[in-house]
């Protein structure tokens, strides 16, 4: 879903380094605003960097290898009671690693715009693609996902049993492909539209 197909090993190796960059820039992007928030955690745990290796799971780095298109990173550290307003201090630091996708999304379309040549013009559409999905992607409400923490600080109704039973009871209506479908794909084709 976060990848597409490579045409050539310069085109694989180039975009493995993007989806590195992009999921290191997510997981980088919840530390620093919990640092900005007044925990120390991520930055006693050398977490609040820019370098991708600082952020990578080894499982999660392997599974980019292999398939060059899904991955993940280590997830981000933070202690809730050191920040001032928890939850809203929370579900903002949930924000941040979406929020940095479609930053670095807007960085790479206004790059596209500048350049010429056509397998660049390929690499940056396709991590344009990468950032906006795997943004979207990290949005929807489901645990562990980055939508699932804002929407349980957020919502008037934050019991967390009370919500993984209402997933229990509305997913086998549509199914992953048709909520992928009906949510993420509509999304992101409107993003896109304006960015490439």
């Given at each position: 879903?976060?990848?597409?197909l490579?045409?050539?090993?310069?085109?694989?190796?180039?975009?493995?380094?993007?989806?590195?960059?992009a999921?290191?820039?997510?997981?980088?992007?919840?530390?620093?605003?919990?640092?900005?928030?007044?925990d120390?955690?991520?930055?006693?745990?050398g977490?609040?960097?820019?370098?991708?290796?600082?952020?990578l799971?080894?499982?999660?780095t392997l599974?980019?290898?292999?398939?060059?298109?899904?991955?993940?990173?280590?997830?981000?550290?933070?202690?809730p009671?050191?920040?001032?307003?928890?939850?809203r201090?929370?579900a903002?630091i949930s924000l941040?690693?979406?929020?940095?996708?479609?930053m670095?999304a807007?960085?790479?379309?206004v790059?596209?715009?500048?350049?010429?040549?056509?397998?660049?013009?390929?690499?940056?559409?396709?991590?344009?693609?990468l950032?906006?999905?795997?943004?979207?992607?990290?949005?929807?409400?489901?645990?562990?996902?980055?939508?699932?923490?804002?929407?349980?600080?957020?919502?008037?109704?934050?019991?967390?049993?009370?919500?993984?039973?209402?997933?229990?009871?509305?997913?086998?209506?549509f199914?992953?492909?048709?909520?992928?479908?009906?949510?993420?794909?509509?999304?992101?084709?409107f993003?896109?539209h304006?960015?490439?």
């Amino acid at each position: 879903m976060l990848g597409q197909l490579f045409t050539s090993p310069a085109a694989f190796f180039l975009e493995l380094i993007g989806i590195i960059l992009a999921i290191g820039i997510h997981e980088a992007a919840h530390c620093y605003t919990a640092d900005y928030l007044g925990d120390p955690t991520p930055r006693a745990l050398g977490r609040v960097t820019l370098n991708p290796l600082a952020h990578l799971d080894p499982i999660g780095t392997l599974m980019i290898i292999v398939t060059g298109a899904f991955g993940w990173g280590k997830p981000s550290p933070f202690d809730p009671y050191n920040l001032k307003n928890p939850q809203r201090d929370t579900a903002l630091i949930s924000l941040a690693g979406p929020a940095s996708n479609l930053m670095l999304a807007v960085i790479f379309a206004v790059i596209l715009r500048l350049t010429g040549t056509s397998f660049v013009s390929d690499l940056l559409a396709s991590l344009i693609f990468l950032n906006v999905n795997l943004a979207l992607f990290n949005l929807i409400p489901i645990p562990p996902l980055d939508g699932a923490k804002i929407f349980l600080r957020t919502n008037p109704f934050r019991s967390q049993n009370s919500y993984l039973w209402l997933l229990l009871i509305l997913l086998p209506f549509f199914g992953g492909q048709s909520v992928a479908t009906l949510v993420i794909s509509p999304i992101s084709n409107f993003i896109l539209h304006f960015l490439i």
